[in-house]
């Protein structure tokens, strides 16, 4: 035979198939794609280098055979030889090592490559980075001795101080800082619902029984949340009807009252908030509650503002946000005198 028919009969045998089988850390092993389950049953050879890879039980009770070695990538091309189909299983972090050599291979054009495969058995769902969130939250408060000495009362000001700095990257219109500034926020939310697992140490209530009281969990907040929301949204998750926003807001009081059990209007309205934001809410709960009550008149700007406020929640201002964009161009125009440019956005 010539070397050009030799040339031809090796171009002509089959070459295989590689696939790169990729899995999601934040999926339950052993859930796997229907394809994935197809392919790892059909293949000639099924790899893994790491002997402690959390597939590998469950390959195992399908019945797949899976052979622990870290082949290279010459050896896998090898492997491939007249059309069969080998089924490679990265760690967690993948395997540079493996990909690059492949690469090189196929780069050289001395080689009659396999097809390349990369197979997805297992997808993140939407919010799988949060379970990263918790899982890092959590080493961080074991591990940091700053993180790791936090209280719930100790970081109540950090909560105060990121709503605020979100309130601002809403009004500026910066989406790069919205993004940032969200995460903020949600690290308070995910920081207080770790320190929260721990409860209260044993014995802080005067009575040592050996375990934490009052514990709770971040998958506790979030399920009494979406609980909330549920209930809270007959007209999506259930029979009831609401044509308008303002049915919605009905139903969402109504709903808040019997669930609170509250003996007026005003029970639950956070006092501490600031000032313009605390006489709108009052005045809002009165309204909406129908309280005819007139707005107490006496001497100085506080009963003033008072009364401005509560104008302003009746034609549907937020008294806070006017304030704050009133007191932004004010700012502005105090630089202007000074000299000094517009601040940073």
């Not at 007209?235 to 003996?263: I, L, M, S």
């Not at 704050?324 to 517009?342: C, F, H, S, T």
Request: with cysteine.
């Amino acid at each position: 035979m010539t070397d050009h028919s030799q040339s031809t009969a090796a171009a002509a045998e089959p070459t295989g198939r590689i696939v790169l089988l990729t899995t999601s850390h934040r999926v339950a092993p052993g859930v796997l794609s229907w394809p994935a389950w197809q392919t790892l049953h059909a293949a000639d050879r099924v790899l893994c280098a790491d002997p402690g890879h959390p597939q590998l039980p469950y390959l195992r009770e399908a019945g797949v055979e899976v052979e622990h070695t870290a082949a290279d990538a010459h050896e896998l091309v090898a492997a491939c030889a007249g059309g069969r189909t080998v089924v490679v299983l990265p760690g967690g972090e993948g395997d540079q090592r493996l990909t690059d050599g492949l690469a090189r291979l196929a780069g050289s054009g001395r080689v009659s490559m396999p097809d390349l495969e990369l197979l997805p058995g297992s997808y993140d769902l939407p919010g799988a980075r949060l379970l990263d969130l918790v899982q890092v939250m959590d080493r961080v408060r074991r591990e940091c001795p700053w993180t790791s000495r936090q209280t719930h009362r100790g970081l109540a000001k950090y909560a105060i101080e990121e709503a605020y700095e979100l309130v601002e990257a809403i009004e500026d219109g910066d989406r790069e800082e919205l993004r940032e500034e969200l995460g903020d926020v949600l690290l308070q939310v995910v920081f207080h619902a770790r320190i929260a697992e721990e409860g209260i140490p044993a014995g802080e209530d005067g009575e040592d029984d050996g375990e934490a009281l009052g514990a709770f969990s971040i998958d506790d907040v979030a399920g009494a949340l979406v609980q909330k929301l549920i209930h809270r949204h007959p007209h999506v998750f259930g029979d009831a009807q609401a044509e308008t926003p303002e049915d919605v807001h009905a139903h969402w009081q109504r709903t808040k009252a019997v669930e609170k059990r509250r003996e007026s209007v005003t029970d639950g309205v956070p006092v501490g908030q600031p000032g313009l934001a605390l006489a709108a809410k009052l005045a809002g709960r009165a309204r909406a509650g129908g309280v005819a009550v007139e707005l107490p008149r006496g001497e100085g700007i506080g009963y003033e503002l008072l009364e401005l406020a509560a104008r302003a929640e009746a034609e549907g201002v937020d008294p806070e946000t006017a304030l704050r964009a009133a007191a932004r161009v004010y700012r502005d125009a105090i630089r202007a005198a000074e000299g000094v440019g517009a601040p940073a956005r």
